[in-house]
Antibody
Framework: QLQLQESGPGLVKPSETLSLTCTVS??????????WAWIRQPPGKGLEWIGS???????YYNPSLKSRVTVSVDTSKNQFALKLISVTAADTATYYC????????????WGQGTLVTVSS | QSALTQPPSVSGSPGQSVTISCTGT?????????VSWYQQPPGTAPKLIIY???NRPSGVPDRFSGSKSGNTASLTISGLQAEDEADYYC??????????FGTGTKVTVL
């Protein structure tokens, strides 16, 4: 069974970089079936797609975040990562990693989520 | 790319049916059958309940059904149960973004 687990700091200072890692088990990160996705949810608000990456090829990013986001894959560790630069309080959210089915674009597996708070 | 539009809330009594709409444009819902729905009880991660407009993953009760007409997709919960109380989100592939979620709908079981 495919499983995803987010890891990273729960507190980031304003203007600094948010860095999270998602460890994939039960499936190879070089799978042709999936993109690997990051999605976030501010407290009490809705879901926002951040970006997705295939094991090969260029990532896709939400245009509203594109200038600050990098999503990458580490095939040696079966992990993928999120970097978000110049964070503000508006970036406080629960961050989820998830699969994104490469043919039909749906998220069938999700991590449990990790709350990241931006505060000094 | 703006979020797909959903009603903020819907409610129904146990056993009733409720329908949640998800309105997009001809660049997303209207042009692609890549619409999915997610259920998110409080404090938990979202769970896929419908993909490709109307397909249910294994283990999802057949009380949940999906459909699409024009630029609007719909999720219907038949025979509403207390355990169905949750937030529901749609999503779609889009020509521009290329992926977007809906604004979310809170389902209350009266």
């Amino acid at each position: 069974q495919l499983q995803l687990q987010e890891s990273g700091p729960g507190l980031v200072k304003p203007s600094e970089t948010l860095s999270l890692t998602c460890t994939v088990s039960g499936e190879s990160i070089i799978s042709r079936t999936y993109y690997w996705a990051w999605i976030r949810q501010p407290p009490g608000k809705g879901l926002e797609w951040i970006g997705s990456v295939y094991y090969s090829g260029s990532p896709y990013y939400n245009p509203s975040l594109k200038s600050r986001v990098t999503v990458s894959v580490d095939t040696s560790k079966n992990q993928f990562a999120l970097k978000l630069i110049s964070v503000t309080a508006a970036d406080t959210a629960t961050y989820y990693c998830a699969t994104l089915h490469s043919r039909s674009w749906y998220n069938d597996f999700w991590g449990q989520g990790t709350l990241v708070t931006v505060s000094s | 790319q703006s979020a797909l539009t959903q009603p903020p809330s819907v409610s129904g009594s146990p056993g009733q049916s409720v329908t949640i709409s998800c309105t997009g444009t001809s660049s997303d819902v209207g042009s692609y059958n890549r619409v999915s729905w997610y259920q998110q009880p409080p404090g938990t991660a979202p769970k896929l309940i419908i993909y490709e407009v109307s397909n249910r993953p294994s283990g999802v009760p057949d009380r949940f059904s999906g459909s699409k007409s024009g630029n609007t997709a719909s999720l219907t919960i038949s025979g509403l149960q207390a355990e169905d109380e949750a937030d529901y989100y749609c999503s779609s592939y889009t020509l521009t973004t290329p992926y977007v979620f809906g604004t979310g709908t809170k389902v209350t079981v009266l």
